[in-house]
């Protein structure tokens, strides 16, 4: 069984975080529909920021402060914990950058969905 890794679906700009098979074991996604690798990965909704942290945040990203932002970042958040792979499999698997707020705390999520090839 695959291990299930967690992926923020923060609104704001962050680094790109790729995944590998030495991340999730070894998956033979022929066998595998597209919910069950999207589902593969947990994704929950880390809910809105608190009043003015977000320019605290940016102010400590604009000096290089990468660790110091996250972690002001996790500690302002109200958690939502909407599951986001709900979302995420409810539109077409196009490669296209998505933006939609969370039904559950109305926190503006920004992705982007998945492409599957078919053989």
């Known amino acids: 069984m695959a291990k299930k890794l967690t992926h923020d679906t923060d609104p704001q700009p962050r680094e790109k975080m790729?995944?590998?098979a030495a991340d999730v074991?070894?998956?033979d996604l022929g066998q595998m529909s597209p919910e069950k690798i999207v589902r593969a990965i947990?994704?929950?909704c880390r809910g809105p920021l608190a009043e003015g942290a977000q320019e605290t945040i940016s102010k400590l990203l604009a000096d290089g402060?990468?660790?110091?932002a996250r972690a002001l970042d996790a500690a302002s958040r109200k958690v939502?914990?909407?599951d986001w792979n709900e979302i995420v499999l409810?539109?077409?698997f196009?490669?296209?950058s998505h933006e939609t707020p969370c039904p559950k705390c109305g926190?503006?999520?920004r992705w982007t969905a998945p492409v599957f090839q078919v053989a």
């Open 80 to 82: 939502c914990g909407q």
């Open 42 to 44: 947990e994704r929950r």
């Open 107 to 109: 926190t503006l999520v």
């Open 25 to 27: 074991g070894e998956l």
């Open 90 to 92: 409810s539109h077409p």
């Open 94 to 96: 196009d490669g296209k």
């Open 18 to 20: 790729t995944v590998t």
């Open 65 to 68: 402060q990468l660790d110091e």
